[in-house]
């Protein structure tokens, strides 16, 4: 059974607005919550990237990352959990895992659950809550996310914004 069905969430999902890329968020990590992910990624065998500027890297330990020097540029990952969705995480500090996604890759019942199952399994890797916000609106708009209470992924706000 799905966790979320597409006519419930669509209006919230709905790229032509213009705003396209949500911001995924975990709070309250540490270098020990990135490694996790960094391994659920290779354990998975979801295919992945990892970029430092424009240069592919064979993905290091999530300490390592972490540690680089305040002027170095942040390096990304990027993660494939399908061949239609893909998850940019950006390691700008250990106390927050964040990544975007493309509204346009969240089209549909079938790639909504390939999300889903993907917040689901970061989700539950870390034991705790997975919030996309509407793009910018971090800490302000709430969208879905996965509840680890509940553990599924539900709908974080109820009814649609007012015009």
């Known amino acids: 059974m799905a966790d979320l069905r597409w006519g419930d969430v669509a209006y919230m999902l709905d790229p032509s607005d213009g705003a396209t890329l949500p911001d995924v968020v975990v709070d309250g990590t540490t270098a ?11 354990e998975r065998g979801w295919a992945y990237e990892y970029r430092a500027g424009d240069v592919a890297l064979p993905l290091p330990a999530a300490e390592a990352v972490l540690a680089r020097p ?16 893909c998850a940019i995480f950006r390691f700008y ?52 996310g996965f509840d680890a209470a509940a553990d599924g992924v539900v709908v974080m706000r109820e009814e649609p914004p007012a015009l």
């Open 70 to 85: 305040d002027d170095a540029e942040c390096p990304n990952l990027l993660v494939w959990p399908t061949a239609d969705l």
């Open 32 to 42: 020990a919550d990135w490694q996790a992910v960094l391994d659920l990624v290779v």
């Open 93 to 144: 500090a250990a106390e927050t895992i964040d990544f975007d996604v493309s509204l346009w890759d969240l089209q549909g019942q079938e790639r909504l659950e390939a999300f889903c199952g993907f917040l689901a399994a970061v989700g539950r890797r870390l034991g705790k809550a997975v919030v996309m916000y509407a793009e910018g609106g971090y800490d302000a708009f709430p969208m879905i």
